[in-house]
Protein backbone atom coordinates (compact mmCIF):
# COMPACT_ATOMS: atom_id res chain seq x y z
CA UNK A 1 0.00 0.00 0.00
CA UNK A 2 0.85 3.38 -0.80
CA UNK A 3 1.57 5.77 2.31
CA UNK A 4 0.87 8.79 3.03
CA UNK A 5 1.20 11.63 0.71
CA UNK A 6 1.80 15.44 1.06
CA UNK A 7 1.89 18.08 -2.01
CA UNK A 8 3.88 20.39 -2.12
CA UNK A 9 6.87 19.19 -0.28
CA UNK A 10 8.40 22.76 -0.42
CA UNK A 11 6.66 25.58 -0.15
CA UNK A 12 8.60 29.90 0.95
CA UNK A 13 5.66 32.61 1.32
CA UNK A 14 5.61 36.01 2.07
CA UNK A 15 3.92 37.31 5.44
CA UNK A 16 0.82 37.96 4.44
CA UNK A 17 0.02 35.72 1.40
CA UNK A 18 -2.24 32.21 2.43
CA UNK A 19 -1.32 28.78 1.63
CA UNK A 20 -3.21 25.58 1.31
CA UNK A 21 -1.32 22.21 1.98
CA UNK A 22 -2.91 18.81 0.44
CA UNK A 23 -2.51 15.23 2.28
CA UNK A 24 -3.81 12.02 1.18
CA UNK A 25 -4.36 9.38 3.05
CA UNK A 26 -3.04 5.69 3.21
CA UNK A 27 -5.78 3.92 0.93
CA UNK A 28 -9.08 2.57 3.26
CA UNK A 29 -8.12 5.46 5.71
CA UNK A 30 -10.86 7.60 6.85
CA UNK A 31 -9.33 9.86 9.18
CA UNK A 32 -6.75 12.26 8.68
CA UNK A 33 -4.91 14.60 11.37
CA UNK A 34 -2.36 17.57 10.59
CA UNK A 35 0.28 18.58 12.78
CA UNK A 36 3.09 21.35 13.19
CA UNK A 37 6.61 20.35 13.68
CA UNK A 38 8.93 23.09 14.69
CA UNK A 39 12.09 23.63 16.67
CA UNK A 40 10.90 25.02 19.34
CA UNK A 41 7.57 23.53 20.28
CA UNK A 42 8.19 20.24 18.73
CA UNK A 43 4.78 18.13 17.06
CA UNK A 44 1.37 20.23 17.90
CA UNK A 45 -1.96 18.81 17.27
CA UNK A 46 -4.04 21.42 15.11
CA UNK A 47 -7.02 19.16 14.25
CA UNK A 48 -8.55 15.88 13.22
CA UNK A 49 -10.87 15.37 10.12
CA UNK A 50 -13.18 11.98 9.60
CA UNK A 51 -16.02 11.60 7.60
CA UNK A 52 -15.64 15.16 6.40
CA UNK A 53 -15.75 16.48 9.44
CA UNK A 54 -13.59 18.27 11.83
CA UNK A 55 -13.40 16.14 15.43
CA UNK A 56 -11.02 18.25 17.20
CA UNK A 57 -8.83 21.33 17.39
CA UNK A 58 -5.77 21.97 18.96
CA UNK A 59 -5.03 25.29 20.34
CA UNK A 60 -4.14 27.54 17.06
CA UNK A 61 -5.42 30.64 16.35
CA UNK A 62 -8.52 30.78 13.27
CA UNK A 63 -6.76 31.53 10.53
CA UNK A 64 -5.56 28.03 10.35
CA UNK A 65 -8.61 25.62 9.23
CA UNK A 66 -8.97 22.40 7.08
CA UNK A 67 -11.10 20.41 5.38
CA UNK A 68 -11.81 16.50 4.13
CA UNK A 69 -13.06 15.41 1.19
CA UNK A 70 -15.25 12.48 0.42
CA UNK A 71 -12.78 10.32 -1.11
CA UNK A 72 -10.64 11.34 2.37
CA UNK A 73 -7.80 13.87 0.47
CA UNK A 74 -7.83 16.52 3.17
CA UNK A 75 -6.40 20.21 2.56
CA UNK A 76 -5.01 22.40 5.45
CA UNK A 77 -5.37 26.31 4.87
CA UNK A 78 -3.61 29.20 6.94
CA UNK A 79 -4.46 32.50 6.00
CA UNK A 80 -2.51 36.02 6.73
CA UNK A 81 0.73 33.94 6.97
CA UNK A 82 3.06 35.03 9.99
CA UNK A 83 6.92 34.29 10.18
CA UNK A 84 6.15 32.13 13.18
CA UNK A 85 3.78 30.05 10.67
CA UNK A 86 7.57 28.62 9.03
CA UNK A 87 7.26 24.90 10.25
CA UNK A 88 7.58 21.42 9.08
CA UNK A 89 3.11 20.60 8.83
CA UNK A 90 2.62 16.72 8.98
CA UNK A 91 -0.64 14.68 8.16
CA UNK A 92 -1.17 11.68 9.74
CA UNK A 93 -3.74 9.12 8.77
CA UNK A 94 -5.53 6.11 10.54
CA UNK A 95 -8.23 3.74 9.43
CA UNK A 96 -10.91 5.12 11.51
CA UNK A 97 -11.67 6.97 14.75
CA UNK A 98 -11.26 3.70 16.76
CA UNK A 99 -8.04 2.50 14.91
CA UNK A 100 -4.69 3.52 17.51
CA UNK A 101 -1.53 3.47 14.71
CA UNK A 102 -1.32 7.41 13.17
CA UNK A 103 0.99 6.67 9.66
CA UNK A 104 2.42 10.33 8.77
CA UNK A 105 3.88 11.45 5.68
CA UNK A 106 7.18 13.13 4.53
CA UNK A 107 5.64 16.45 5.18
CA UNK A 108 5.17 20.08 3.94
CA UNK A 109 7.75 22.62 4.58
CA UNK A 110 6.57 26.43 4.66
CA UNK A 111 9.34 28.54 4.89
CA UNK A 112 7.64 32.57 5.65
CA UNK A 113 9.78 35.16 4.49
CA UNK B 1 -2.04 20.34 31.46
CA UNK B 2 -1.14 17.15 29.53
CA UNK B 3 2.04 16.45 29.11
CA UNK B 4 4.99 14.04 27.96
CA UNK B 5 8.58 14.40 28.99
CA UNK B 6 11.44 12.39 27.19
CA UNK B 7 14.71 11.22 28.84
CA UNK B 8 17.93 11.85 27.92
CA UNK B 9 17.07 14.29 25.65
CA UNK B 10 20.21 13.15 23.69
CA UNK B 11 22.26 10.06 23.62
CA UNK B 12 25.72 9.16 22.31
CA UNK B 13 26.39 5.66 22.15
CA UNK B 14 28.80 3.04 20.18
CA UNK B 15 27.93 0.42 17.61
CA UNK B 16 26.67 -2.85 19.85
CA UNK B 17 25.84 -0.62 22.76
CA UNK B 18 22.23 -1.42 24.35
CA UNK B 19 20.11 2.32 25.15
CA UNK B 20 16.96 2.59 26.92
CA UNK B 21 14.87 5.73 26.44
CA UNK B 22 12.07 6.58 28.87
CA UNK B 23 9.13 8.50 28.60
CA UNK B 24 6.54 9.68 31.42
CA UNK B 25 3.27 11.13 31.22
CA UNK B 26 0.68 13.07 32.68
CA UNK B 27 -2.61 13.46 30.73
CA UNK B 28 -6.42 13.74 31.61
CA UNK B 29 -7.49 10.74 29.54
CA UNK B 30 -5.00 7.95 28.33
CA UNK B 31 -5.68 6.25 25.08
CA UNK B 32 -2.47 4.48 23.73
CA UNK B 33 0.95 5.14 23.98
CA UNK B 34 3.15 5.31 20.44
CA UNK B 35 6.71 5.17 19.61
CA UNK B 36 8.22 6.87 16.38
CA UNK B 37 11.74 7.25 14.43
CA UNK B 38 12.11 10.49 12.72
CA UNK B 39 14.96 11.12 10.39
CA UNK B 40 14.68 14.60 9.09
CA UNK B 41 11.54 12.95 7.56
CA UNK B 42 8.21 11.71 8.33
CA UNK B 43 8.26 9.88 12.15
CA UNK B 44 8.11 6.46 10.94
CA UNK B 45 5.73 4.15 13.53
CA UNK B 46 7.67 1.93 15.83
CA UNK B 47 5.16 0.70 18.84
CA UNK B 48 1.72 1.23 20.11
CA UNK B 49 0.89 0.58 23.47
CA UNK B 50 -2.25 0.47 25.91
CA UNK B 51 -1.71 -2.61 28.19
CA UNK B 52 0.45 -2.41 31.39
CA UNK B 53 3.34 -5.16 31.61
CA UNK B 54 2.84 -6.42 28.10
CA UNK B 55 6.11 -6.36 25.77
CA UNK B 56 6.06 -5.67 22.29
CA UNK B 57 9.28 -6.31 20.21
CA UNK B 58 10.41 -6.00 16.66
CA UNK B 59 13.93 -7.49 15.66
CA UNK B 60 16.30 -5.27 18.72
CA UNK B 61 13.14 -3.05 19.89
CA UNK B 62 10.92 -3.27 22.23
CA UNK B 63 8.89 -1.63 24.43
CA UNK B 64 6.68 -1.61 27.62
CA UNK B 65 4.01 0.62 29.57
CA UNK B 66 3.79 0.71 33.14
CA UNK B 67 0.30 2.33 33.39
CA UNK B 68 0.54 2.44 37.07
CA UNK B 69 3.73 4.53 37.18
CA UNK B 70 2.91 6.40 33.84
CA UNK B 71 5.83 5.92 32.09
CA UNK B 72 7.41 3.50 29.26
CA UNK B 73 10.40 2.46 27.86
CA UNK B 74 12.04 1.98 24.70
CA UNK B 75 15.23 -0.64 24.64
CA UNK B 76 17.30 -0.58 21.51
CA UNK B 77 19.75 -3.64 21.91
CA UNK B 78 22.94 -4.07 19.71
CA UNK B 79 22.47 -0.82 18.20
CA UNK B 80 23.76 0.17 14.69
CA UNK B 81 24.87 3.61 13.16
CA UNK B 82 21.37 3.27 11.05
CA UNK B 83 19.53 3.46 15.04
CA UNK B 84 20.29 7.19 14.95
CA UNK B 85 17.47 8.86 14.75
CA UNK B 86 14.98 10.92 17.11
CA UNK B 87 12.31 8.83 18.82
CA UNK B 88 9.32 10.53 19.79
CA UNK B 89 6.71 8.96 22.42
CA UNK B 90 3.03 10.60 21.90
CA UNK B 91 0.10 9.98 23.86
CA UNK B 92 -3.30 9.45 22.69
CA UNK B 93 -6.25 11.73 24.63
CA UNK B 94 -9.03 9.56 24.55
CA UNK B 95 -10.44 8.89 21.16
CA UNK B 96 -9.73 12.46 19.92
CA UNK B 97 -6.95 11.35 17.32
CA UNK B 98 -4.77 14.06 19.59
CA UNK B 99 -1.38 12.66 20.50
CA UNK B 100 0.56 15.08 22.70
CA UNK B 101 4.28 14.66 21.61
CA UNK B 102 7.10 14.73 23.80
CA UNK B 103 10.40 16.28 23.17
CA UNK B 104 11.91 13.41 21.21
CA UNK B 105 15.10 11.54 22.39
CA UNK B 106 17.95 12.45 19.82
CA UNK B 107 20.16 9.08 19.19
CA UNK B 108 23.18 9.52 17.25
CA UNK B 109 25.29 5.68 17.38
CA UNK B 110 28.75 5.83 16.17
CA UNK B 111 30.66 3.29 14.50
Known amino acids: KAGVTQTPRYLIKTRGQQVTLSCSPISGHRSVSWYQQTPGQGLQFLFEYFSETQRNKGNFPGRFSGRQFSNSRSEMNVSTLELGDSALYLC????????????FGPGTRLTVT | EDKVVQSPLSLVVHEGDTVTLNCSYE??????LLWYKQEKKAPTFLFML????IEKKSGRLSSILDKKELFSILNITATQTGDSAVYLC???????????FGQGTTLQVKP
Open chain 2, 50 to 53: TSSG
Open chain 2, 90 to 100: AVELGNTGKLI
Open chain 2, 27 to 32: VTNFRS
Open chain 1, 92 to 103: ASRHGTDSYEQY
